[in-house]
Structures are given as structure tokens and as C-alpha cells.
């Protein structure tokens, strides 16, 4: 899934600071925050898109369109341990199978920009999450959501 929002808000963040004057160093802060809040915000969706998704393709469309109504008390956060926690609904195998599948400088990177995003929202901390670490935001998230969904949608061999 691409992360068509974060990629967006965060083209017009570099075409903001590239035309910045003197002085103006402040400004490469706040547009940190502020795509790291976009950026959860759409991790978030994507991932209730993956997990509906998968529900919909259930034998029972009653039970599947209940607990897809219900995503938002079932995954109220996007932390890997959060990840980790619904792929075991489905199964050990899926949880193992992310694991796999993201890098741990992925990984990495990602836990750090979920955590930053918590500081800003939550915490009013100082955002350790560089203008330069920023960059790569959509790219990470992208990886570790198609893990997921691949994790998810992963059909088990026969034994």
C-alpha cells in the first residue's frame, strides 16, 4: 500500500523548506511533527484497510463486517508489539512471517518515527526524528505495511 498522504505532505515539506530564507530553522521542526502525525494517522487506516480485507474474504460476511466495524477498539495503535498482537488473531505463523519479512533497520527506523509521533501528540517532548531521518518516512512505512499484509495474506503450505 503507498502512503500516498505522507508522500504528499511531505513533497510540499521539502518544496517549503527548499525556499525558506535565513533563519527560518524552526520551520523543518514543525513540518517534522507534523508529517509524523500524518504519517501514524495513515499507517493507522491502512492497516484497518489490510485487516477488513482480509475479514471480507471470510466465509461469513456477518461476522466479518462486525469485527471489521470494530477495527478501532481492536487495533488502537501501530507499534510493532501492536502489529505482532493482531497478526496472532490470525495465527503464530503471520506473526512469524512479518517478522521475517522487515529488516531491522526498517524496523528500527520505524519503531523511532512511531515513537517520536507519540512525543508530539501525547508527550510534548522535543522531537528527536531529524528533518533529514524524515525522508524516508514513506518508504519504511510502505515496507513494514506490505510485510504486514503480505504476513496476513500469507496461506499456510500443506504439511
Known amino acids: 500500500m503507498r502512503l500516498n498522504r505522507t508522500r504528499l505532505v511531505l513533497e510540499e515539506s521539502q518544496a517549503v523548506i527548499a525556499s525558506r530564507q535565513p533563519g527560518q530553522g524552526v ?19 491502512n492497516l484497518k484497510i489490510i485487516i ?4 471480507k474474504s471470510s ?16 487495533l488502537n495503535r501501530v507499534e510493532k508489539k501492536e502489529l505482532c498482537k493482531t497478526l496472532l488473531y ?3 505463523e503471520k506473526k512469524r512471517a512479518f517478522i521475517a519479512e522487515v529488516d531491522e533497520s526498517t524496523m528500527t527506523k520505524y519503531k523511532g518515527f512511531i515513537a517520536n509521533r507519540h512525543n508530539v501528540a501525547h508527550v510534548n517532548k522535543t522531537v528527536e526524528t531529524s528533518w533529514l531521518d524524515v525522508q524516508s518516512i514513506a518508504d519504511i512505512g510502505e515496507s513494514v505495511l506490505g510485510a504486514f499484509q503480505e504476513a496476513l ?7
Do not use: H
Not at 63 to 74: C, G
Not at 153 to 159: F, G, N
Open 27 to 45: 520551520v523543518a521542526n514543525y513540518l517534522t511533527e507534523y508529517i509524523l502525525i500524518i504519517f501514524y494517522s495513515e499507517v493507522e487506516e
Open 52 to 55: 477488513g480485507n482480509k475479514l
Open 59 to 74: 466465509s461469513n460476511a456477518e461476522i466479518a463486517n462486525f469485527i471489521t466495524s470494530k477495527l478501532e477498539s481492536i
Open 90 to 92: 490470525f495465527g503464530e
Open 153 to 159: 495474506e500469507e496461506v499456510p503450505l500443506a504439511v
